[in-house]
């Protein structure tokens, strides 16, 4: 029987967000994890398996089957390999973990506005939208699990589906210079946040490659789209982004050409 597959983008915090789960239950290397470039068009062999979607991950069964939505392939995957189970089994506790979980559209969302942002006067109200973000979050954390740094006492489902974010959210350090406050409104999630970070099932991007593959959106062209004037997307995989220059900082001040991003 052939592999289960995930077609996948290698720096989209949805499909880390499988990587995590099957890295924690020691079965990465039990999925083909196949590539796909965003920046060029969906090949017609993948449309007609997704029925003319073009969102990512995507999961292909070993029998041929396609599931899609990266929460349904995390459950997928967690039922399909029930040992090392990451998902909580006791029904209240899944049912906090699943609470936490539904609180992170609004999170995700309120980052890559701010991210994608083109009018510098609207940078402050942004901040204090993704601060409160990060307060309720806070406030979630400390009902719930108080002591930290986990939501239970191991990284587990929540922390699977909230740490691509916490790493992608390196682009508003970079290009906005945001951080959170050292105040204890935040010290919860701080704590949280950190911890995630650095746990070893979590490290499949870094810093740099985050900066330099979404250069593009901080200018507001998501998904592969191009700024004006430009030819080549920041999230083409070639040139690989290690033997790129960092992209310039001030996003409102200069927009990067091809030459400047390395991408020629």
């Known amino acids: 029987m052939s592999k289960p597959i995930i077609y996948h983008i290698p720096v989209c915090p949805f499909c880390q967000r499988l990587d995590i789960l099957l890295t924690l239950k020691g079965r990465r290397d039990e999925i083909d994890f196949q590539v796909i470039d965003i920046t060029q068009p969906r090949p017609d062999w993948l449309l007609k398996k997704t029925r003319g979607t073009t969102a990512l991950p995507v999961l292909e069964t070993a029998d041929g089957h396609i599931i899609k939505e990266s929460l349904v392939i995390l459950q997928y995957l967690e039922d399909l390999y029930p040992e090392h189970p990451v998902a909580q089994r006791d029904p209240y506790r899944r049912a906090v973990e699943n609470m936490l979980t539904r609180m992170d559209a609004d999170f995700f969302s309120q980052g890559y506005t701010w991210l994608m942002n083109q009018d510098p006067?609207?940078?402050?109200?942004?901040?204090?939208?993704?601060?409160?973000?990060?307060?309720?979050?806070?406030?979630?954390?400390?009902?719930?699990?108080?002591?930290?740094?986990?939501?239970?006492?191991?990284?587990?489902?929540?922390?699977?589906?909230?740490?691509?974010?916490?790493?992608?959210?390196?682009?508003?350090?970079?290009?906005?210079?945001?951080?959170?406050?050292?105040?204890?409104?935040?010290?919860?999630?701080?704590?949280?946040?950190?911890?995630?970070?650095?746990?070893?099932?979590?490290?499949?991007?870094?810093?740099?490659?985050?900066?330099?593959?979404?250069?593009?959106?901080?200018?507001?062209?998501?998904?592969?789209?191009?700024?004006?004037?430009?030819?080549?997307?920041?999230?083409?995989?070639?040139?690989?982004?290690?033997?790129?220059?960092?992209?310039?900082?001030?996003?409102?001040?200069?927009?990067?050409?091809?030459?400047?991003?390395?991408?020629?």
Request: proline share 8%; charged share 25%; hydrophobic share 40%.
């Open 121 to 264: 006067t609207r940078c402050a109200v942004l901040r204090e939208d993704m601060l409160k973000q990060y307060a309720l979050l806070n406030d979630f954390l400390l009902e719930h699990a108080p002591s930290g740094p986990f939501l239970f006492e191991t990284f587990g489902w929540a922390e699977a589906v909230f740490t691509p974010f916490f790493e992608r959210f390196w682009f508003l350090e970079y290009y906005e210079g945001f951080t959170l406050p050292g105040d204890d409104r935040y010290a919860r999630v701080r704590e949280w946040v950190d911890a995630c970070i650095s746990h070893p099932a979590a490290q499949q991007t870094t810093l740099e490659e985050v900066v330099k593959l979404y250069y593009d959106y901080s200018k507001g062209a998501g998904n592969g789209a191009l700024p004006p004037g430009r030819t080549k997307s920041s999230l083409s995989p070639a040139p690989d982004w290690r033997a790129r220059p960092w992209p310039p900082r001030n996003k409102y001040a200069h927009s990067a050409t091809d030459a400047e991003l390395g991408l020629l």
